[in-house]
Nanobody, 127 residues
Framework: RVQVVESGGDTVQAGGSLRLSCTAS????????LGWFRQAPGKEREGVAA???????TYADSVKGRFTVSKDNAKNTLYLQMNSLKPADTAMYYC?????????????????????WGQGTLVTVSS
């Protein structure tokens, strides 16, 4: 049985940092492209950061220079280091895994088409 579980969400002040983790079981981590999405109340789910099987990364323009995605295949764990957080970063953050790339030519695939999702972890940034 495949399980994807996020952790690390919290409430922080603007300018602060958080590190999210996503641990997957029941699948071979290295066979998947991985990524982080977020969804704020009343908004659609949007891609934040993706990492391909070869380790190359893609970021949404809104987080470039502030967020860093990384993974540890041996631990089946994906990370998202978030620095210089802003109130606009407040959202539920989800981890996704798919055997195809999450982005093509800078465009994100439809989140509804992705294979595996976690239950989300809440990040709240206060001003």
């Amino acid at each position: 049985r495949v399980q994807v579980v996020e952790s690390g969400g919290d409430t922080v002040q603007a300018g602060g940092s958080l590190r999210l983790s996503c641990t997957a079981s029941g699948l071979t981590f290295g066979d998947y492209a991985l990524g982080w999405f977020r969804q704020a109340p009343g908004k659609e789910r949007e891609g934040v950061a993706a990492i391909k099987r070869d380790g190359s990364t893609t970021y949404a323009d809104s987080v470039k220079g502030r967020f860093t995605v990384s993974k540890d295949n041996a631990k089946n764990t994906l990370y998202l280091q978030m620095n210089s957080l802003k109130p606009a970063d407040t959202a539920m953050y989800y981890c996704a895994a798919d055997r195809r790339q999450l982005t093509y030519g800078g465009s994100w695939r439809d989140p509804n088409a992705l294979e595996r999702w976690g239950q989300g972890t809440l990040v709240t940034v206060s001003s």
